[in-house]
């Protein structure tokens, strides 16, 4: 047997990998990149999970393309969720330590994907250093998958080495500092080196070949055993270790001695050959010593023989002068073992679980697309529907089309009175409106509830934290709360003001509502009784004056600018572009994407054919309304300036009807809004949750290793002093007991104002708060497209304006008590939004 060293396995411990993936996916992805169901992707990376690192400890060839395959989801994964983001509390434990009699090992909890990658990582090149120590050098087949694994194994410890300050991002395990990585790597690599030497013994190749292997594989061992040797690093190591890489440095250099003095053999150099002999035999017995085993013993054997045979020739035959060993000729160098860069995939048979889900730069590009996607849609809506409701307004002043309406007698109402009357009443009229404000205060009380309930959460994990930190002072080692909740803090803030700004929306709402109440209410009733409510006139009879035709044709027209911009709004909410596509084929090597460019290319071609048509429609308007005032001021004088009750009471009920059909859609998207933000409050109450459970589990693992430690270190009860220690007849002094020596703890490294506020666009991102995070700044997810409808309406907060809409959110009709909100949304819920949205209400 080769007698090579393995690395030994991080030991790990179970997480729930499931619902933490779950509630980071649903509230970072928008229903259009989200795929139609990650559960089963997700189920199946837990289920892999499990198998991978127990497998680990099997130390089979069939381990290894396991194990492989989880790191390959894991690199995955990350490219697509930042690592910082999913907090599951993963805790692994140190490879070298075997803990003591409490059962106590040093480990390490952080709630990272990259830290499950290290960790993950380690192992791979400890299992193949396993798999690899455990193959026969006398099969050719199991001396060539040696060779192989003990390179990767050298390549990924290096590796490990350059990136894991940066992926943990706080002091690791000793068996993850960089000087140990270090050690490992140049371990690897020696011994790789030494499995190509019995590869060429195996081999049969020249004898100078071997020997220039052997010579290298030596200079490699001692390396490794400089490394191996430092102050901070022997402490870590298996008590033989040291000795058996110092006892392979003799051994090796012993055979390159060995096979080079066959050289000199050969050219009848017997002096060189004797001298050398004789050194290969002084260092297989320096081996021998220095491991408490033999090496190579064969070969040992083979130059003992050689030196016997060749001492006897010189003294009998050649008589040559046997020069020192330091005057011959250094032995060549041959070094075939290299550190293999890291490669990925690492499984021959990867599949992505989770394809569906678009790496991290895109996503980020097409959330800032859809920003800026939405800002058009709204921008252009909003002016479309500004000009409307100026319209709406201009022609309820001069009751039009009432006023021109022919009807069956002076008592009858206008058909187009009777028209609103009748639109009020399929609606629902007052009762319908009083309802739906009845049921705002309960879903602002839901929100509220739930922020609270978040609010509550952080300040609980913080207070515990700051007590531990006060009680162990700078043994408490952990990232302090406040640094790692600047963002939760930050978007529960905005959270807030949004919530206070629909509030201030609530009340603009209930003032209009009251100002239209009595005209709403009349609209409402049956027709008779609106008739008996309208004072009686003398407005039943119109004449065809030339004024009044044109006034009918200028109506004709209104309607027709009407229905023109429904279809311009409509085209403007229904307009796409592929953009993932877009952005997935301008993705770099380097994960980067000209975002801003295509944009801006992109929503030129999309919507500047429509910005152009709401440009025209609304200085159509401009010309036609002034028209209508000519035709108007034409229509008066031909039939005298008086005014009566009666048309001031129609331009009352018209102004009420356009109120009416405002409020309504107000009151839909106000309880729209509410029970979005119930979902989007749910997905960050989640993920806060989240992080306090990682949190929890961190905490309890450092004060569980804290605890252990300070047991062990606390010294004995000193025993009562005997009487006779101070007794004047006894003249023997008794020493005092010396202070028992205090080991410091070996704890673990551990477009105008709006009544209901348009939110940003998606979730704010919750975590990432330090600034030394190593991802770059976060895009939160797009909310689905969308127009707000009081995205023009006064509103007395306009310094907070968040473009965006908000989705649909079925599901919400009733309030749960605080505290006991659902961590997923219900089943049957599309964040899609469906229909169209109302006119601005001024």
């Not at 952080?458 to 406040?482: G, I, Y």
Request: with cysteine; aromatic share 8%; proline share 8%.
């Amino acid at each position: 047997m080769a007698e090579l060293l393995s690395v030994p396995l991080k030991k790990p411990s179970e997480v729930d990998l499931v619902t933490p993936l779950k509630n980071l996916i649903q509230s970072r992805y928008s229903t259009a990149d989200k795929p139609e169901d990650c559960n089963e992707a997700i189920n199946d990376l837990s289920k892999l999970r499990n198998n991978a690192i127990w497998k680990t400890f099997e130390k089979y060839e069939s381990s290894l393309e396991i194990i492989y395959g989880y790191y390959d989801q894991l690199v995955s994964l990350e490219t697509k969720i930042p690592a910082q983001e999913l907090q599951v509390p993963f805790k692994w434990k140190d490879a070298f330590d075997k803990g003591s009699i409490f059962g106590s090992r040093i480990s390490l909890t952080i709630a990272s994907l990259s830290y499950e990658k290290v960790c993950i990582l380690f192992n791979i090149a400890a299992l193949q250093s396993a798999v690899a120590a455990s193959q026969s050098v006398e099969n050719d087949d199991g001396l060539k998958l040696a060779a192989k694994l003990f390179q990767q194994a050298a390549g990924i410890f290096s590796h490990l080495k350059s990136t894991v300050m940066l992926s943990i991002q706080q002091d690791p395990t000793p068996d993850l500092n960089p000087d140990t990585l270090g050690a490992l790597s140049s371990l690897m690599l020696a011994q790789g080196q030494e499995i190509f030497v019995h590869k060429a013994i195996h081999d049969n190749m020249k004898d100078s070949i071997v020997a220039k292997l052997a010579s290298q594989c030596e200079d490699l061992y001692g390396e490794c055993l400089k490394i191996f040797q430092r102050e901070n690093l022997k402490h870590i190591w298996d008590k033989d270790w040291i000795p058996t890489i110092a006892g392979k440095q003799a051994a090796l250099h012993a055979v390159s001695e060995f096979y080079q003095s066959l050289v000199c053999k050969n050219s009848k150099l017997i002096g060189e050959e004797i001298t050398r002999l004789e050194h290969s035999v002084a260092l297989f017995q320096t081996a021998s010593q220095r491991a408490g085993k033999n090496f190579f013993q064969e070969l040992q054997h083979k130059a003992q023989r050689n030196l016997n045979d060749a001492k006897k020739d010189n003294d009998f035959i050649y008589h040559e002068r046997i020069p020192d060993i330091k005057s011959v000729d250094p032995i060549g160098k041959a070094q075939p073992a290299k550190v293999l860069p890291l490669t990925q995939p690492m499984s021959q048979n990867f599949k992505d679980l989770f394809t569906e889900l678009v790496p991290v730069a895109v996503h980020q590009a097409l959330a800032a697309y859809d920003v800026r996607k939405t800002e058009i849609v709204n921008t252009e809506i909003g002016r479309l529907r500004e000009s409307t409701t100026t319209l709406n307004g201009i022609l309820a002043s001069l009751n039009l089309p009432a006023a021109i309406e022919v009807t069956d007698g002076g008592s009858a109402l206008p058909p187009s009175i009777l028209e609103k009357a009748n639109v009020v009443s399929q609606l629902g009229g007052i009762n319908e409106l009083e309802r739906m404000i009845r049921e705002l205060p309960d879903a602002l009380k839901r929100n509220q509830d739930i922020l609270d309930e978040t609010d509550r959460m952080l300040n609980e994990e913080k207070q515990a934290d700051d007590s531990l930190r006060q009680q162990f002072k700078e043994r408490w080692t952990r990232t302090p709360s406040e640094k790692l909740t600047e963002m939760f803090r930050s978007n529960g803030a905005k959270y807030r003001q949004i919530i206070n700004n629909a509030v201030e929306a609530d009340k603009v709402v209930r003032e209009k509502f009251e100002s239209h109440r009595d005209g709403i209410t009349l609209l409402s009733k049956s027709p008779s009784e609106l008739e008996a409510a309208v004072p009686q006139g003398s407005s039943g009879n119109v004449t065809n004056s030339s004024s009044v035709t044109m006034l009918r044709q200028l109506m004709e027209e209104v309607e027709t600018i009407k229905a023109e911009r429904d279809v311009i709004e409509s085209e403007l909410k229904n307009a796409s572009f592929d953009m993932k596509s877009t952005f997935l084929s301008a993705l770099s090597k380097d994960g980067a994407i000209t975002e801003p460019a295509l944009s801006v290319e992109s929503l030129g071609q999309v919507y500047g054919p429509l910005q152009k048509q709401v440009r025209e429609s609304i200085a159509k308007q401009e010309g036609l309304i002034e028209r209508i005032q000519q035709a108007h001021s034409q229509f008066v004088q031909e039939r005298g300036s008086t005014t009566s009750g009666r048309e001031s009471k129609m331009c009352q009920l018209a102004a009420a009807h356009d109120a009416f059909r405002d409020l309504l859609n107000n009151l839909k998207e106000g309880t729209k809004f509410y029970n979005d933000l119930t979902q989007l409050l749910v997905a960050f109450q989640n993920k806060v949750s989240d992080y306090c459970f990682a949190r929890k589990t961190e905490k309890e693992e450092l004060l569980k290793d804290l605890t252990q430690e300070s047991s062990r270190q606390a010294p004995l009860p000193a025993p009562t002093q005997p009487s006779y220690h101070t007794d004047p007849d006894v003249k023997k002094e008794v020493p005092p007991r010396p202070p028992q020596p205090s080991q410091p703890p070996q704890a673990p490294q551990a477009p105008g104002g709006v009544p209901y506020p348009v939110y940003v666009q998606g979730m704010p991102v919750p975590y990432g708060a330090s600034a030394s995070t190593p991802y770059p700044a976060y895009v939160p997810p797009p909310m689905p497209q969308g127009y707000n409808p009081y995205g023009t309406m006064p509103y007395p907060s306009s310094s907070y304006n968040y473009p965006g809409g908000f989705p649909a959110a079925p599901g919400y009709g009733q309030q749960p008590p605080p505290g006991s909100y659902p961590q997923q949304p219900p089943s049957g819920y599309s964040q899609q939004p469906q229909g169209g949205y109302p006119p601005n209400p001024w």
